[in-house]
C-alpha cells in the first residue's frame, strides 16, 4: 500500500511551512501539485528537488486517474494546491474521493495555512460558531441570493473574494442587511498584510477609499451576536 499525502503549504509566508511538511516533499518519490512554477518556487526555497506532475482544476479526473496508477507501482505521493490547504476552496476533493474509492492505498493529510482559519485567529469574538463559503457565484444574481440566504442563518460566514469584486459583493450584502459587521483579512501573512474589524458600512467606505483595490481577501461577516453569546455562556 502506498501513501497520498494531502499537504498545506504557505497562504504567502514562505516561512509557514511546517516541518512535518517539509520532511514529507522531502522524503515521497512524486509530488502532485495544481501548477508546477508556483509549486517549483517553494520547492527551490526550500531546496528540495522531485519530480513534479501538474494536476489542473480541469483535469483532476484525468489526473486523479494518473496518481492512483503512481501509487499502484508503489510510489509514494504529495499533492499541494497552490497555496494553503488542499480541499478548502481548492481541487483535491476528487483526487480524494477518487483514491478512497478505487484502492485501498492511505490518504494521509499533512495540515497546515489556510486563509479562513488564519483570519478566524485574528477575528475575537464574532459567535461561537461559523459557516465557511469560500467562494460565493461570480453570477450576480446566485450570489445575491446565497448571500441573503447566509445573512438570514444569523451566524458569521467566511469567504474569499477576488480584489476587482470585493467592493461590489459587499455592498450587495450590506442592501440585504445593514447592520452587518466584517473582519477582513487582505494578503494575510504577506508583506501588506491589513486586518480591520468594523461595521460592514465602514469597511465598504474604507476600501472605496483607496485608489485601488489589491491582494487577496477572506472576510468574515456577521451580525453582532456579543450579548447573546454572553447570554448563552451564563444559562
Ligand atoms: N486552499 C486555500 C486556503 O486553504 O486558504 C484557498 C485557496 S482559494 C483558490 C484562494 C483564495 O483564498 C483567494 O482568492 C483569497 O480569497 C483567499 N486567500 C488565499 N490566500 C490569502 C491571503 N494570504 N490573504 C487573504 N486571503 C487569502
Known amino acids: ?91 483535491g476533493e476528487l483526487l480524494v474521493d477518487y483514491i478512497r474509492e478505487n484502492s485501498d492505498h492511505e490518504i494521509i493529510p499533512v495540515p497546515g495555512p489556510s486563509a479562513a482559519i488564519t483570519l478566524i485567529s485574528v477575528a475575537g469574538r464574532v459567535g461561537r460558531s461559523f459557516t465557511f463559503e469560500g467562494f460565493l457565484s461570480p453570477k450576480s444574481g446566485r450570489r445575491k441570493k446565497r448571500l441573503t440566504e447566509l445573512i438570514a442563518r444569523n451566524e458569521p460566514f467566511l469567504i474569499y473574494e477576488s480584489p476587482f469584486r470585493v467592493i461590489k459583493t459587499l455592498k450587495e450584502a450590506f442592501e440585504i442587511e445593514r447592520d452587518l459587521y466584517a473582519v477582513m483579512g487582505r494578503e494575510l501573512t504577506k508583506q501588506f498584510e491589513e486586518i480591520k474589524k468594523m461595521p460592514l458600512a465602514e469597511l465598504i467606505r474604507y476600501l472605496e477609499g483607496k485608489s485601488t483595490v489589491k491582494g487577496e481577501f477572506a472576510i468574515l461577516l456577521y451580525k453582532d451576536f456579543h450579548d447573546k453569546t454572553e447570554e448563552d455562556q451564563e444559562s
Request: with cysteine; hydrophobic share 35%.
Open 1 to 91: 500500500m502506498s501513501r497520498l499525502y494531502i499537504v498545506a503549504t504557505p497562504i504567502g509566508n514562505m516561512e509557514d511551512m511546517t516541518l512535518r511538511a517539509l520532511r514529507i516533499l522531502r522524503e515521497v518519490d512524486v509530488i502532485a501539485c495544481e501548477d508546477t512554477r508556483h509549486t517549483s518556487m517553494l520547492l527551490n526555497h526550500y531546496e528540495i528537488k522531485k519530480r513534479l506532475i501538474a494536476t489542473h482544476s480541469y483535469n483532476e479526473r484525468e489526473s486523479s486517474r494518473g496518481i492512483l496508477s503512481l501509487l499502484d507501482e508503489g510510489k509514494d505521493i504529495a499533492y499541494c494546491s497552490d497555496a494553503g490547504t488542499p480541499g478548502i476552496s481548492d481541487p
